[in-house]
DNA sequence: GTCTATAGGGGGATAGAC
DNA sequence: GTCTATCCCCCTATAGAC
């Protein structure tokens, strides 16, 4: 009655194996299955079965590349959060209004480029142990500071108009992060448009 | 060994029990648990025995109120977007930018009010059966166009400019709701001063 | 580095007593 | 209407072989 399943199953990232050693990637695509995974149905509902399942490897193989399942969670988020304070680059020297396209085009890429790092970072911080949530709540917290920098410079040089400077802020992240619901690859809108478009409303809405 | 802590511990919604009715008030006490346990630890996180303890019953009494755990979160959801629309009142011969401010009003009102359905209506649609998965987006879809259709009336009076409609509808949408990520109840701003910054916000943005 | 096997714990849902 | 008891399944994590 036994089979073999995860030999006779072609899967997503390649052929399962019952030996043998693929060390140099196997971390990576546990990273991400896992991501993948847990922003298509929830961290809780997934398995390390189904991860494992989804990589090609048997579940016991997974602790080799995490402690445990919240661990995988909180590398995953943290991960997600250095890259994006890694990545964005200002230059404080240039008008607040460039400063803010470019944070828009920055922001709305990013989004479109790794969805799923981006729903997971917002949905599944509740997921978290304490100390994982503040440490990645921290991060997110700088983040948006340097969105609120830029505004607050706007209203020095007297180029934007503000009600509130802390809550424009989160209005704007909020409106940015949500293309990912319902952006889609084959849409009426390719990303540049997007981008013109969130542009003309958001220099509305700071008043410029 | 054997304690009795159903009867021993006082919980949320009273002195639990081993044996009694109290029909008239069970419904909605399930209902109201798996609202805030499903909003706050998310739907696969929670289980049908931390409803039980919560309402102050055993597991099996749950399901003399809901068919399985399924058909509890689709119930939930579909209440809160049917109240939504129910609720919401709109009158076409206003200008556009009153029905605007109203709409503004009464979204940021309702998510403030009621924060946890509103947040399971946004996070858990992936957690439904497909059958009502295009229930409930549909209902969502309903509401989205009441506002569609506001900021179409604006464009036809000219008393507003969107470089695209449809996504215009959905960047405010994203906006208001997430009120829902930082307002807290005793924090530094009441919600009439919310409501006063977002439509600040909002009106620069439609270009009014 | 990966596998197999298993320990130990919860989960959803149902049956039948009261 | 509620409780108790139970079926059967799946889960995370670990131990030890290869």
Redesign the interface.
Known sequence: MRSFPAIARTIEHGMARTHGSKAEITGPLVRESALRLFA??????VSMRQIAADVGVQVGTLYAYTADKQALLADLLRGHMEELLAEWSDDPALPALDRLKSFLRFHIQTSLKRPEAVFLSY?EL??LAPENRRAIAALRREYEDALEAILASGEAEGTMK???RR??T??????L??VT??YREDGR?DQER?V???W???R????A
Not at 40 to 45: N, T, W
């Open positions: 298509r149905h929830g961290y809780d509902a949905m509740r997921s503000l009600p509130d809550l424009a989160m209005a704007l992240i909020s409106m992060t949500g619901n319902w809108l997007v013109a478009i969130y003309d409303l958001v509305g809405a700071v008043g």
